[in-house]
């Protein structure tokens, strides 16, 4: 299995109201599995489900997904430790997460103006 994309350099997310596991798989480069796994260790990332037990994301639940991610995969925390980096509510994890959400903005700029351009 190659290298993950780096947090920073992920799609930008589309002004969607729910996303499918799957489009949240292709938006943060993980499997669905990894997800699902990940909805059982972090009490914070609950998706609304509906009909069939269907799992339908909203924005902040990827923006907390691909936080966790940076935690784990670019910081290389452990589950328990990026588990205990969400609920410590420190400083630096809002600088974090401000980065993440500057970056992310930027990303979607960058696609509007290439339109523009276009």
């Not at 009490?43 to 784990?72: F, M, S, T």
């Amino acid at each position: 299995m190659s290298d993950p994309t780096p947090t920073d350099q992920l799609p930008a997310i589309p002004p969607k109201r729910y996303f499918t596991i799957g489009e949240v798989s292709d938006l943060c480069d993980l499997k669905t599995h990894v997800l699902r796994y990940w909805e059982q260790e972090f009490d914070d990332l609950k998706p609304v489900k509906r009909r069939g037990n269907r799992r339908y994301y909203q924005e902040h639940d990827i923006l907390l997904v691909r936080r966790i991610r940076a935690l784990l995969y670019d910081q290389g925390y452990t589950i328990g430790g990026a588990r205990q980096k969400l609920t410590g509510g420190d400083e630096k994890q809002d600088q974090t997460h401000a980065r993440l959400l500057v970056r992310q903005t930027i990303a979607e700029l960058e696609d509007v103006l290439a339109v523009l351009r276009s």
